[in-house]
């Protein structure tokens, strides 16, 4: 009994019910991804093909009348694609990871895609906290 309490927590069988569950898991999470990926692609092309008629439209419509208002959009657009690019790779990630790990049945894999996992739910906090904070500016403001 004192020698199954000391052994490690990977050691220990998985039995189907949860292996079902990590694998729809590994699924969701994979699907997600790719289609995040997806829309991260389309808003590239469209800021590729569209992007000098849609900053000069915005230049037209700013009281500026230059293109600096074109600049600050395209840096907070690059921001917004990279932070969503981290975001969608640390699924894909924890997906790729978990579904090796029991493929292969290897303890290590499974706890690296746990890991990856964990990496983009705490991403996922500060994103989500630092939202709550702006919407909360946002409304002391008016």
Known sequence: MEQEQNSSLFDMNIDAGAQSSINSVSKWTRFISITGFVGLGLILLVFALAGQAIFKQISLLSELGSS??????????????????????????????????????????????????????????????LSLLYAISTILNF
């Open 68 to 129: 600096s208002l074109a600049g600050v959009i395209l840096i907070i657009v690059i921001v917004m694609v990279l932070v969503l690019g981290v975001w969608v790779f640390l699924m894909f990630k924890a997906s790729t990871q978990l579904k090796k790990g029991l493929d292969s049945k290897n303890s290590t894999e499974l706890a690296e895609g746990f890991r990856a996992l964990r990496s983009f739910f705490i991403f996922s906090t500060v994103m989500s906290v």
